[in-house]
């Protein structure tokens, strides 16, 4: 299994419950397929850098898990066309800590 970073990007509007609610179902889809949870971080509301769906600022979730690619596909197909869900991108993890920013070299 590889470990994967999942960055989602929710619409800020969203009532806390339905947030907790969406968030919840991310992480049941990686465990019920088989993928763990490694490490979880709410970045919370904050500004974007261009609007996105006329939005101006969404709420951050990133979670490291671990998987084989059936996570990855039925994670797509479930998030695929998820109300409120703005953004998501999912990558391979390069190990760093989810609660530090990274300086991008230029």
Known sequence: ???YDGIF???PAMEE????EKIGK???TIKEN?????????WGKM????????QRSGFYFIARFSGNPQVLQRLEESIKYEEG????L???????????????ER
Do not use: A, C, Q
């Open 47 to 54: 500004p974007l850098s261009y609007p996105i769906k006329r």
């Open 17 to 20: 419950g339905i947030l907790e």
């Open 1 to 3: 299994m590889k470990d």
């Open 26 to 28: 991310i992480e049941k």
């Open 90 to 104: 999912i990558t391979k993890s390069e190990g760093f800590p989810l609660h530090e920013s990274r300086e991008l």
């Open 9 to 11: 990007l929710f619409d």
């Open 34 to 42: 088989g993928g763990e949870i490694l490490d979880v971080n709410r």
């Open 85 to 88: 869900l703005l953004r998501h």
